[in-house]
C-alpha cells in the first residue's frame, strides 16, 4: 500500500495511536510556522504557512471522521478530544499577529491567479478571525471559538446517540415493500433513514406514521435545547467581538451572496417563486385526503408524503415501488462507478487489504493512465454510533505533484443480508449527490496550494457540483445501463422513467418551499441577539410562514437539526447552489450527459480548480457568461 493511505489506517488502530499520530501532525504544524516567523517575506513564506494548515486541516478531518463513525465509543471520544486539539491550534495561529505580519508582507503580484486569490483569502481570513485585535479582544475571540467546537460536537453526538422507535403492528405496515415488511416482522420501526423514510412515505397508518413523525422531532430533546441556546449565544458574541451586527453578517460576508440582507432575499425570491405552485399541490394533497376522510380541513405534515405517493400512483400512473427492484444497491454503485468512469476517463479499483474502520466499509482508489489521482472509502450502512445522514467526510486533502486526497462516502442505506438491498430512487439521488462531492474533492486536488484543494470554495457554491450530478439519475439512457430489475435482469424500461421524471414534478412547489423553511430558520437563527429567544416558537413561525403545514406543540425540529452546527446560517446554500447547477447543467443537456468532451471540459473549469478562483470565474469559465438564474426557473415552472 501506498504513504497517503495511512490516513484511513490510523481509524483501524487504537485510541492512542490515533491520538498520538494526531499530535505528531500538529507538531509538523507548529514547525511550518516557526519557517513562517522566521523566513524572509516571500513564496516560501506562504508554502510553509499552507503546510501548516494542511497539516491541520487533515488532523481535524481525520477526526471528524472518526467521532462520527467509528463503532468504538472510546475511538469516537478520541476524535472529539483531538478535533478539539485540531481546531484549538488553528484558532490559535488565525489570532497570532507574529505569523500574519510576514505573510502581510508577501508579494504576490507576479504570480499566477490561483496564488494571489489564495494569498487574499489567507489575509482575509486572519482579519476575519480577530488578528488585528487587542490582546483582550483576541484572548476572547480563540476561547469562543473552541468553546464553539466543543458546542457543535456535543450537539452533534446528542443527534446521532438518541435513535428512537415505535412498536407497529402488521396493519401499519401495510404499503410498504414486501422486503421492508420482512425485515421489520418484530414491527419495530426507528427514526433511522432506512427505517424512518421508507415507513413515511408508503405506510397507510395515518397514526402510526403520526407517531413516527412526533418522535424524529423530539430527537436530542431536551438537552440539545439548551446546547443551541448556547450555541447561538457564542456565535452572536463572537460576530459582535469582531465588530459585526450578527453571525448572520459575519457568516455570509465571504460567500457569494455577500450579506445577509441578500441572503434574506434570495430565500424571499425562491420562496416567492415556488408560492403558487405549493399552493397547488397542497390543494391535490388535500383533495386527495378527503376522498378517504370528506371532512379533513387540512393536511398534516405526517400525511404529506404518502398523500404524494398516492397522487402520483392514482392520477399519474406511477407507483415509485415499482423503481426499487430496479436499484439493487451493488448495481447502483457499480452504475455510479461506470457512469463517471466513462465522462472522465479514469477507472475505479478495489484495494482488498486497505485497513478500515469497520468490517462494512470498502476502500477504493481513482485511476487515470496507470495514475493513481486519489482514494477513497465507502461506510454506506447505518449502526450504532454512526453519523445518521449521508456525507462526504475529507480524509486528507490533495495538492498537485504531493499528497493525494482521501475521502469517505458516509450513508445510510439500507443493509443486504438474505435479501439484496433495494433503494428507493430518493437514495439513488443521495448516492450520486455525495459523489460528486467526492469528485469534486479527489479532481479539486489539482491545485498548487492545499489550501485551496478540493471543495475550498466559496460555501454556497460546495453544493453545486454534487446537485448537477444528481441530474444523471434522472435520464433514461444513463439508468438502463445499470438499472436491471432484480428478478429478470431486464433494464429499466424507458417510459418507467418517464413516468418517473413526470411524477417528480408534483409536489415540487412543496419541496422548494420546505428547503426555504429550513434556509429561512437557519438564518433567522442567527441574525439578531439571541437572548430571550425562543427557538422551537421561531422554528414554528419559520415552518407556518413557508410551509403549509401547522407546527405541532411538542416536537423540537430545531433541536435535531444538524446543518445548524455546520452551516450555521448558512442552509440557504442548497438553493443558491441549485441555481447555479441547473445552469452548468445546460451544457450537458445540449451536448450529452456522457459526452467525455464536455466533462473535460467540466472538469478542468469546475472540479480541478477546487477553490482557485472566485466560484463566479469558475461558473463564466464553463459557461462563457455569468451564471443565470433563467435555468432553475424553467425547472421551477416545468410540468
Request: aromatic share 10%; with cysteine; hydrophobic share 40%.
Amino acid at each position: 500500500m501506498k504513504e497517503r493511505v495511512t490516513a484511513a489506517s490510523l481509524l483501524s488502530g487504537s485510541p492512542d495511536a490515533f491520538v498520538r499520530a494526531s499530535s505528531e501532525s500538529l507538531a509538523c504544524a507548529r514547525a511550518a510556522v516557526d519557517r513562517v516567523k522566521a523566513l524572509p517575506a516571500s513564496l516560501q513564506t506562504l508554502r510553509a504557512w499552507d503546510e501548516a494548515t494542511a497539516a491541520i486541516g487533515d488532523a481535524s478531518a481525520r477526526a471528524s471522521l472518526l467521532r462520527s463513525v467509528h463503532p468504538d465509543s472510546a475511538m469516537r471520544d478520541a476524535g472529539e478530544r483531538c478535533e478539539q486539539e485540531a481546531e484549538a491550534l488553528s484558532t490559535e495561529l488565525a489570532l497570532d499577529p507574529e505569523v500574519y505580519a510576514p505573510l502581510s508582507r508577501v508579494d504576490a503580484a507576479g504570480e499566477d491567479e490561483a496564488t494571489r486569490w489564495y494569498l487574499f483569502r489567507v489575509l482575509r481570513d486572519f482579519r476575519r478571525a480577530g488578528v488585528d485585535k487587542d490582546a483582550q479582544t483576541r484572548a476572547r475571540a480563540r476561547a469562543l471559538n473552541e468553546e464553539l467546537v466543543r458546542i457543535g460536537q456535543e450537539f452533534q453526538r446528542n443527534i446521532r446517540d438518541d435513535v428512537r422507535s415505535i412498536q407497529v403492528s402488521a396493519a401499519e405496515l401495510e404499503g410498504l415493500p414486501a422486503d421492508y415488511v420482512r425485515a421489520h416482522a418484530s414491527g419495530v420501526v426507528t427514526t433511522d433513514s432506512p427505517d424512518y423514510v421508507p415507513f413515511m412515505t408508503y405506510s397507510r397508518s395515518s397514526p402510526a406514521r403520526e407517531r413516527l413523525w412526533k418522535i424524529y422531532r423530539q430527537r436530542a430533546h431536551p438537552v440539545n435545547r439548551m446546547v443551541l441556546d448556547r450555541m447561538l449565544a457564542r456565535r452572536h458574541e463572537l460576530a459582535r467581538l469582531l465588530g459585526y451586527e450578527s453571525w448572520a453578517a459575519y457568516v455570509t460576508e465571504d460567500k457569494m451572496i455577500g450579506s445577509a440582507r441578500a441572503a434574506a432575499d434570495f430565500i424571499e425570491r425562491i420562496a416567492g417563486a415556488a408560492e403558487a405552485r405549493a399552493g397547488k399541490d397542497y390543494e391535490s394533497l388535500l383533495a386527495r385526503k378527503r376522498r378517504d376522510l370528506p371532512s379533513a380541513e387540512r393536511v398534516e405534515a405526517w400525511d404529506s408524503e404518502a398523500l404524494k405517493e398516492r397522487v402520483r400512483a392514482e392520477q399519474l400512473g406511477f407507483d415509485s415501488q415499482s423503481l426499487r427492484p430496479y436499484f439493487e444497491l451493488g448495481r447502483v454503485m457499480d452504475g455510479i462507478f461506470e457512469t463517471t468512469a466513462r465522462m472522465f476517463g479514469i477507472e475505479y479499483r478495489r484495494l482488498s487489504d486497505a485497513p478500515v474502520w469497520h468490517s462494512e466499509v470498502s476502500a477504493w482508489e481513482v485511476v487515470e493512465q496507470g495514475r493513481t489521482l486519489g482514494r477513497f472509502f465507502l461506510d454506506l450502512f447505518p449502526r450504532e454510533g454512526k453519523y445518521k445522514h449521508a456525507a462526504q467526510f475529507t480524509l486528507a486533502s490533495g495538492v498537485r505533484g504531493g499528497a493525494l486526497p482521501e475521502g469517505a462516502l458516509v450513508c445510510n442505506f439500507p443493509r443486504p443480508g438474505a435479501e439484496p438491498a433495494l433503494l428507493d430512487h430518493g437514495e439513488v439521488v443521495t448516492f450520486f449527490h455525495e459523489f460528486g462531492h467526492l469528485l469534486h474533492h479527489l479532481f479539486g486536488a489539482n491545485t498548487p496550494w492545499a489550501g485551496l484543494s478540493g471543495v475550498r470554495t466559496e460555501w454556497d457554491f460546495v453544493e453545486a457540483p454534487s446537485q448537477m450530478l444528481e441530474e444523471w439519475c434522472w435520464d433514461a439512457s444513463v439508468l438502463r445501463r445499470f438499472a436491471r430489475h432484480i428478478d429478470t435482469g431486464h433494464p429499466i424500461p424507458a417510459d418507467l422513467v418517464e413516468r418517473m421524471r413526470a411524477a417528480d414534478e408534483f409536489g415540487k412547489g412543496l419541496r422548494v418551499r420546505q428547503q426555504m423553511f429550513y434556509a429561512a430558520t437557519s438564518l433567522r437563527l442567527h441574525e439578531r441577539d439571541p437572548r430571550g429567544l425562543d427557538t422551537t416558537a421561531l422554528g414554528a413561525e419559520m415552518q407556518e410562514r413557508y410551509t403549509p403545514f401547522r407546527h405541532v406543540p411538542g416536537t423540537y425540529f430545531q433541536e435535531s437539526f444538524g446543518h445548524l452546527e455546520g452551516y450555521s446560517a448558512i442552509y440557504y446554500t442548497y438553493m443558491w447552489s441549485l441555481v447555479i447547477a441547473k445552469d452548468l447543467f445546460g451544457v450537458f443537456r445540449r451536448d450529452g450527459l456522457l459526452n467525455p468532451a464536455a466533462a473535460a471540459r467540466y472538469r478542468r473549469a469546475i472540479l480541478e480548480p477546487g477553490g482557485g478562483a472566485p466560484a463566479a470565474k469558475l461558473v463564466e469559465a464553463f459557461l462563457g457568461r455569468p451564471a443565470s438564474f433563467d435555468a432553475f426557473a424553467q425547472w421551477l415552472n416545468k410540468g
